[in-house]
């Protein structure tokens, strides 16, 4: 409806991204908005490299299963996670996630492989 109207769209996760995607090229509507997703899965990272999609968010599913693990860890150990620093601030366990761009995607396949 409102083809090229459209100048950004934000999805929840990559799925959503790439059928914002599909639905552009299924319109046959060649200006494409900016469009972004989360997750950086392996069709998003194609899309990002072909340049219809500006970006993904990587979540770093390693970093949160190794926080998972230390907080386990710790109270297998009889402690109390909220003591310790490392493994918690504050009750928070703070993963950090990554923009991916066209600039960073070959480096980010390479970090996922």
């Known amino acids: 409806t ?3 109207e459209i100048e ?8 959503m991204a790439l059928g914002a995607l599909d ?3 299924d319109a046959k ?9 989360i997750d950086a899965i392996l069709p998003a990272l194609d899309a990002v490299e072909a340049g219809t999609m500006t970006g993904t968010v990587l979540n770093d599913a390693k970093g949160q299963a190794q926080a998972v ?3 386990a860890y710790a109270l297998a150990q009889g402690k ?16 950090p996630q990554q ?11 390479e970090l996922l492989q």
């Open 2 to 4: 409102y083809g090229s």
């Open 8 to 15: 950004l769209i934000i999805s929840n996760n990559d799925n």
């Open 23 to 25: 639905a552009y090229q």
């Open 29 to 37: 509507i060649s200006e494409l908005p900016l469009i972004a997703g």
């Open 69 to 71: 693990f230390d907080l």
């Open 80 to 95: 109390d996670p909220v003591d310790d620093p490392e493994v918690l601030e504050n009750r928070y366990v703070w993963i």
């Open 99 to 109: 923009s991916v761009t066209k600039d960073n995607v070959q480096q980010i396949r």
